[in-house]
C-alpha cells in the first residue's frame, strides 16, 4: 500500500484561502498536491476512475483533499466529477462556498426524484470551468442503504462514462459503514491520515474494515506531514527552496472555506 505524503511547516499561520487549492496559492503547497496527482496516476494507471476518499475518524482533511484532488486532475485537462457521498455531515459545499441545493442532490437521484443533470453544479474560477459537483441535497434517514443501493452502482457507471474521474467523499470508515459500502463500486480507495491525530489501532481498524468489503486501497495520504520533525532526525533530508517542500495547511468542520471559486449553471446534459 502505497502512501502519499502531504506536507506541513511548523508555525506557519493557517488562512482560509491556503485550504483549498488557487492560482495564489504557495508554491509548496501546490507542488505538494502535484506530487500527490503523479502519484494516483501511476498508482491507478488510468485504469481506476472511481476513487474514493475517506479517513479513519473525523476532522482529518478528507474533504479538503478531495476537493484538492479534483482541482489538481483538473489543471492537467481531466474531466471531474467530486461526489459528496458524506450525508451524514455533508461540506464539500462549504468548503467552497456553495449552497447545498436542499431537495436536489445525490440523495435525491437516488431516491427517483430528481434527474442528475438538475443537481450537478459546475464550478467556475472567473470564467474557467474547474470541476463539476452533485452535492448531497437533502439529508436522508438512510443514508448506507442508498450508497449501497444497485440504483448507485449504476449511477457512478453512468457518470463514468462521462468523466475522466469521479472522486466521491464519504464518512470516516470507522465511524458509519458508508464508505465500506460504497466501496464494492469504486475502482479503489485513498484513505486520508492526518499525522499525530488517528491513533494507530483506529488506522487499522480502517483498512481491516475496508478490506473486510474487498475495497481496492490504493494507498494512503499522510496528511499534515511535518517536514521539520524529519528535519531534526536526518540532516540529510532532499527538498529545494526555503520550505523544502514544507507548507502549514488546517481544516476541519466548521472551518471557513475559500472565497475564489464560483458556482455555475454551464454544463452539458448527460444523457442516461
Not at 472551518?255 to 471559486?261: A, F, G, L
Request: aromatic letters at 8%; glycine letters at 6%; hydrophobic letters at 35%.
Amino acid at each position: 500500500m502505497s502512501v502519499f505524503n502531504l506536507f506541513n511547516k511548523r508555525n506557519k499561520k493557517i488562512t482560509s484561502e491556503d485550504t483549498i487549492l488557487s492560482p495564489t496559492a504557495p508554491f509548496a503547497f501546490s507542488e505538494a498536491y502535484k506530487m500527490l496527482r503523479t502519484n494516483i496516476k501511476f498508482a491507478t494507471m488510468n485504469k481506476h476512475k472511481k476513487l474514493l476518499i475517506t479517513s479513519s475518524v473525523p476532522n482529518e482533511g478528507k474533504s479538503t483533499v478531495a476537493i484538492n484532488i479534483a482541482i489538481s486532475l483538473a489543471e492537467t485537462g481531466a474531466k471531474v466529477l467530486v461526489i459528496d457521498c458524506d450525508m451524514r455531515n455533508p461540506s464539500i459545499h462549504k468548503y467552497i462556498r456553495v449552497r447545498n441545493l436542499r431537495g436536489a442532490g445525490l440523495s435525491s437521484v437516488l431516491a427517483g426524484s430528481a434527474d442528475v443533470n438538475d443537481c450537478i453544479i459546475t464550478y467556475k474560477r472567473g470564467d474557467e470551468a474547474i470541476f463539476d459537483l452533485l452535492p448531497v441535497g437533502s439529508i436522508p434517514p438512510n443514508p448506507a442503504e442508498l450508497l449501497g443501493s444497485a440504483t448507485m452502482k449504476d449511477l457512478l457507471d453512468m457518470l463514468s462514462e462521462h468523466y475522466d474521474y469521479i472522486i466521491c467523499d464519504t464518512p470516516p470508515v470507522t465511524v458509519v459503514s458508508d464508505a465500506a459500502i460504497l466501496s464494492r463500486y469504486c475502482d479503489g480507495v485513498l484513505l486520508v491520515i492526518k499525522q499525530k491525530f488517528s491513533t494507530k489501532q483506529q488506522v487499522q481498524e480502517a483498512k481491516q474494515n475496508l478490506e473486510s468489503v474487498g475495497a481496492t486501497i490504493l494507498g494512503t495520504i499522510l496528511n499534515q506531514y511535518n517536514i521539520a520533525d524529519d528535519r531534526k532526525k536526518n540532516s540529510g533530508h532532499y527538498g529545494y527552496g526555503k520550505d523544502k517542500y514544507g507548507y502549514g495547511y488546517g481544516y476541519g468542520y466548521g472551518q471557513q472555506p475559500d472565497t475564489t471559486m464560483q458556482q455555475s449553471t454551464r454544463r452539458e446534459r448527460i444523457k442516461q
